[in-house]
């Protein structure tokens, strides 16, 4: 597959996307860039704003196996992971046989994770980070590619849970949606609030291509003054101690270029620019960075404190 054949690819994903989602183009790019990079993906927004329609949309437009798995204060970590059960066999014998959960699929959807307790949280960790699950004894492998899409609420809305930092770390993107545009909005309503025409997506992305355009964003070149510029991005959030407590660590240096290889790649050029490097330092450091008191009482957010450092 040819750098052109890819960009096809990749625009008929976003034209097919938007059968579904209207407007929202950032938040669509952001997705496809994860998993390009073969890493998981945080969507954070107010309840309304098409986060799981996104996921699901994107799931239908990949060969993959799918499931969702939705957060509640009492959901269990084997409700995730799986379960051994009891199984009788005719000679009457029983014998303990494992149940999947909706962790084994290629795209899991974990819908509001937020609102999930601590201990239910970390048993996506071990699946986010070593790509296998540990029930009793055994260790069972999942299958690749494997991509945990998570959408959350604000923190400050009632009955959540923030991730502990370590979770939230291994998401390589957390992506904001915003509300939509007055134009966007009018045709949502004419989209949804009228006769529903169903919509037909057929799959666009097969498990094989997808392994292959993952490799092929790896081999993006970057040149090594852009490659220079994105760490010391990344280094600079661990030196400016008066807005910043704690700074990103070298797994957002990784996470900055591979990402910008892939916004490269879906953009339709052969190599990495500083805008890639500008455009992707949002969602690669928003949840990286640990912002002081001091810059919380003058109201600042993470990503403006971004837009200082880009400066």
Do not use: W
């Not at 014998?93 to 819908?111: E, H, M, S, W, Y």
């Not at 949606?177 to 609030?193: G, H, R």
């Not at 997506?201 to 498990?207: T, W």
Request: no cysteine; proline share 5%.
């Amino acid at each position: 597959m040819r750098l052109e054949e890819a960009k096809k690819t990749f625009d008929s994903l976003i034209f097919e996307t938007h059968k579904v989602i209207v407007g929202q183009d950032e938040l669509i790019k952001q997705m496809i860039v994860a998993l390009l990079a073969n890493a998981h993906a945080l969507l954070e927004g107010y309840p309304g704003l098409a986060k799981t329609l996104a996921v699901k949309t994107m799931a239908q437009l990949l060969d993959l196996k799918f499931s969702r798995v939705q957060n509640t204060p009492d959901l269990m970590p084997s409700d995730i992971t799986g379960t051994y059960l009891i199984e009788e066999t005719t000679s009457g014998k029983r014998t303990f046989k494992f149940q999947p959960g909706p962790i084994f699929a290629n795209i899991v959807l974990a819908d509001e994770i937020n609102r999930a307790t601590p201990k239910t949280q970390s048993a996506l960790l071990e699946a986010m980070q070593e790509r296998q699950v540990t029930v009793g004894n055994t260790t069972y492998k999942l299958d690749e590619p494997f991509f945990v899409l998570a959408t959350q609420n604000p923190i400050e809305q009632e009955g959540t849970y923030p991730l502990p930092e370590a979770q939230s770390d291994r998401f390589l993107l957390k992506i904001k949606t915003d509300y939509p545009s007055f134009d966007d909005e009018l045709e949502i309503v004419n989209k949804y609030a009228e006769e529903l025409k169903k919509v037909i997506l057929k799959p666009v992305l097969s498990k094989d291509n997808l392994i292959y355009l993952q490799q092929l964003t790896r081999q993006v070149p970057i040149a090594n003054d852009i490659k220079k510029y994105a760490v010391t991005l990344v280094t600079s959030t661990r030196a400016k101690k008066d807005i910043i407590e704690y700074g990103a660590s070298p797994r957002a240096s990784i996470g900055l270029i591979l990402a910008a290889k892939a916004r490269a790649l879906v953009e339709g050029r052969k190599f990495v620019s500083k805008d890639d490097i500008n455009k992707m330092a949002y969602p690669i450091l928003r949840h990286r960075i640990i912002l002081s008191f001091e810059a919380e009482r003058q109201g600042l957010h993470e990503d403006d404190v971004i837009k200082q450092f880009l400066k």
